[in-house]
């Protein structure tokens, strides 16, 4: 997170500063002092490990000894959330442990390259995706990318692009959700999310909604959505509203409330607490909550803290840097899908 700082106090990009950092062309001069002045001001030391224990790096072919960072379809102040610094937190593992240099780049439109792709800097990418992008804007942007270098993807959710890929396995999130809410002793359950167009959001509600089935169970899920495909895709028990206030309210006067609730994320399990108990519902007795993602600055601050599922955020970052270097070796395989097991992260003391 201090890269972030830096780049707060500056004013500038991640990728600026990491551009800076790296001695890299194309910065003003008067840009380049204000960054020294904010790594000054934040005594930021970009991490580098020398171990004699250390293999040496994993492929003879890298040129630059650079592999940057890249997000497409939103800015480089993406990665300040926690669950995205996570991810690059061992990203910047697998980079150190291969005495690599990580670069920041961005691409908010994905028809528009980033200048580390076309001034052959780097020898490869781990890329991350918006989920606002669709799969036809993914595979148009990777096959661009892939012209220029080696890339993977990084988190998202299955999708048939044509690219590396390295993901959480949503599907068991949704199953680890249901099984502990169901050892809760909660006789009914409802999945609720702000975001059921994103594909991964999709993916874990539909597995958690099936497992309820599968036990014969008859579960609900209330959505932000005036979108009637988004709303089949859940089936028939839906509820659809304009705003989280309005799902929770809809969630409060359902006959069929739910006594286990499964919130997509911690992001939307910080902002129904106060609603929950504003419409009169107690977290712990009236409803249980498991979440995910497990972003402890996100739910040191909830009383009753809710269990949440980690998705394995460093795990998934340390893999990607490897499955990068095995690309950037073989560049002519066939991709190659890696999802990272998730595991439920109970409250402390229980």
Known sequence: MSIVEVARIAQVSTATVSRVLNNLPGVRAETV????????????????????????????????????????GQGSEWLAMPIMASVLAGIQRGVNSNELRLLLGE????????????????????????????????????????RQTAIVWCMGTEMAVGVDHVTPDNVSVGR??????????????????????????????????NSALDANFKPSAYLCTNQPRVVDAYGPRTKAA???????????????RPEGLFAGNDLLTT??????????????????????DNEEIRLSGLHPRPASIDIGAEEIGFRAVGRLLNRIDRPNGPPLVIQVMPRLQLPPNT
């Not at 980033?114 to 799969?135: R, T």
């Not at 009169?280 to 409803?287: A, I, N």
Request: charge should be positive; hydrophobic fraction near 40%.
């Open 33 to 72: 002092a204000r960054v020294k002045a904010a790594v000054s001001e934040t005594k930021y030391k970009p991490q580098r490990v020398h171990s004699r224990r250390q293999k040496a790096p994993r492929t003879a072919k890298l040129k630059s000894r650079n592999i940057a960072v890249i997000t497409v």
């Open 107 to 146: 691409m908010p439109d994905p028809e528009k390259p980033s200048p580390l792709l076309s001034g052959k800097q780097i020898d490869g990418a781990v890329v991350f995706a918006s989920s606002e992008l669709s799969q036809e804007q993914l595979v148009a942007c990777f096959r661009s990318m892939q």
């Open 176 to 209: 680890i959700a249901f099984d502990y809410l169901k050892r809760q002793n909660c006789r009914s359950f409802g999945f609720l999310t702000t975001k059921p167009e994103w594909p991964l959001m999709r993916l874990r509600g539909q597995a958690f909604l």
């Open 242 to 256: 304009d705003n989280a206030e309005a799902l929770v309210a809809a969630l409060a006067a359902d006959p069929n």
């Open 271 to 292: 902002e129904i607490y106060p609603l929950l108990a504003r419409y009169g519902l107690r977290v712990g007795h009236d409803v249980k909550i498991v979440s995910c």
